[in-house]
């Protein structure tokens, strides 16, 4: 540390010419160490003569020195060990060198801390004496879980004739730290008569950080005396009058050399109960306070000699369902028995709710009840087919002749239908599918029969218009010469005509007929047919 000083030195003469000269220290505004500093001074004059002054600087370091601490430390305690190595650092600074840190309490860094808080406190000081400190706490932690060892589980037999054992044991525990404490939680001490059955034993050990460990076994005492037990003999009786069961009673005893032992029915009916037909076995098991046991069994056999009821329907007949050829036919069998459990089989025929075929189907049923004993019954189911097939012609046929012929090929169809297999399709009038149907209208008839004699019946008719038009070729135009004499000529000439069908006629509407004297002509020719027409026009050179 240094301080900047100034200061002012006189001096004085009788004469002019004096010099002053500084013989020690530093010069006024130099930087002065800390501590004192001796500054001398001498003035001369111009004849040698000298005078001298002096005076010190001192300089005080009063600035405090800084020291840093480590914030506290929290560890857990080395492994097996009440304590913990524990490292840290203490740093410091001052304005002048050569302070000096010094740890006033607690462990250096690198120690074995104790389980336990351990206050630690530095200071520093300074060449000038100005001191700085600071402190922080180390805490170790136990938080190692103590040991403690259970004997294994023990398993002995009771003394004889008893329903216990003395038993004796040694639990061992042991800690990092000295002080743990060992208590049993549950269970009987070492050397205690123990029952028969299985004892809990748990113990806990404690340490002085409150960490604690636990151990449990258990002595079982295993009462090895079976118990008796006795059931009587295998019973046989019949039903009780109109019922499927008999009440039956009877007795089972036990005994055990220890109290508590107890009898359970494991399988069947008690005594006293109503026993169904048929066999029921009994089971029972006595059970002691140790799980011995012991068991017995008898059964118990009810006859039922009822032989069960069954009732069909009668005959049934019915029509066939509607576009089927068969019938959909649904039937109740009834029965009774006296016991539950009788079974209805279906020995012949279709079940209720099937689709029935035209004709006769016979059903037969058998009820057995659970002894064997049986009952049938029968009835048939007669389906008629009383549907009439259907049967479908074409719409009535309209057509042109075929070309050049007095007629047409037509080609049809028509379809039928029934809900039974095998109807049979027949033409009573007409002409069949692809036939040469004449020019006019022919009538066309069909009748379908079933297997059952049902029938239907369809017509159409077939129509072949004669369109084409018949063919006529008059003569080339005709010039010639008035016959001598006249104003006229006689003109002879020829018209051919044909039709593709018979019976056409040539008719001249117009003009004078072959032969005659004329000047004009105009034929006509008619065909059976209102569409056909063909004209002939004659006329004179002028």
């Known amino acids: 540390m240094r301080a900047i000083v100034t200061y002012s030195v006189s001096f004085n003469d009788n004469c002019a010419g004096a010099n002053l000269a500084q013989t020690a220290g530093l010069a006024s505004g130099s930087s002065f160490p ?16 000298t005078a001298t002054c002096s005076f010190t600087v001192t300089v005080n370091d009063t600035e405090i020195p800084t020291i840093t601490c480590p914030a506290n430390v929290v560890v857990s305690n080395d492994p097996g060990q009440c304590a913990a190595i524990v490292t840290y650092s203490v740093s410091f600074n001052d304005n002048c060198a050569g302070a000096n840190l010094a740890q006033t309490a607690g462990l250096a860094s690198g120690s074995s801390f104790p389980s336990g808080v351990t206050s630690n406190s530095f200071t520093v000081t300074d060449g000038s004496g100005n001191t700085a400190a600071c402190s922080f706490t180390v805490t170790v932690n136990d938080t190692e879980i103590p040991t403690i060892t259970c004997p294994a589980n023990v398993v002995v037999s009771n003394d004889p004739g008893q329903c216990a054992a003395i038993v004796t044991y040694s639990v061992s525990f042991n800690d990092n730290c000295a002080g743990a404490n060992l208590a049993q939680t549950a269970g009987l001490a070492s050397g205690s008569s123990f029952p028969s059955g299985t004892t809990s034993n748990s113990f806990t050990v404690t340490d002085g950080s409150g960490n604690t460990a636990t151990c449990s076994f258990t002595v079982t005492v295993n009462d090895t005396e079976i118990p008796t037990i006795t059931c009587p003999a295998n019973v046989v009786v019949s039903n009780d009058p109109g019922q499927c069961a008999a009440i039956v009673t009877y007795s089972v005893s036990f005994n055990d050399n220890c109290a508590g ?108 009840d659970g002894s064997g004993n049986t009952a049938t019954c029968s009835f048939t189911v007669t389906v008629n087919d009383t549907e009439i097939p259907t049967i479908t012609c074409p719409a009535n046929v309209v057509v042109s002749n075929d070309p050049g012929q007095c007629a047409a090929i037509v080609t049809y169809s028509v379809s039928f239908n029934d809900n039974c297999a095998g109807a049979n399709l027949a033409q009573t009038a007409g002409l069949v599918s692809g036939s040469s149907f004449p020019s006019g209208t022919t009538s066309n008839s069909f009748t379908v029969t079933d297997g059952s004699g049902n029938t239907a019946i369809c017509s159409f008719t077939v129509t072949v218009n004669d369109t084409e038009i018949p063919t006529i070729t008059c003569p080339a135009n005709v010039v010639v010469s008035n016959d001598p004499g006249q104003c006229a000529a006689i003109v002879t000439y020829s018209v051919s005509f044909n039709d593709n069908c018979a019976g056409a006629n040539l008719a001249q509407t117009a003009g004078l007929a072959s032969g005659s004297s004329s000047h004009r002509a105009r034929l006509r020719i008619a065909s059976p047919s209102p569409t056909a027409r063909a004209t002939l026009q004659l006329v004179p050179s002028p």
Do not use: H, M
């Not at 019938?327 to 459990?341: E, K, L």
């Not at 279709?350 to 049923?365: D, E, I, K, M, W």
């Open 261 to 368: 032992a107890n009898l359970a029915q494991t399988a069947g009916l008690a005594s006293g109960s109503s026993f169904p037909s048929g066999t029921t076995s009994n089971s029972f098991t006595v059970t002691d306070g140790s799980g011995n046991t012991a068991t017995c069994s008898f059964t118990v056999t009810v006859n039922d000699t009822e032989i069960p009821t069954i009732t069909c329907p009668a005959n049934v007949v019915v029509s066939n369902d509607p576009g089927q050829c068969a019938a959909n036919v649904t039937y109740s069998v009834t029965f009774n028995d006296n016991c539950a459990g009788a079974n209805l089989a279906q020995t012949a025929g279709l079940a209720s709710g099937s689709s029935f075929p035209t004709g006769v189907t016979s059903n037969s049923f058998t009820v057995t």
């Open 34 to 49: 800390t501590g004192v500093t001796s500054n001398s001074f001498t003035v001369t004059d111009g004849s040698g003569n």
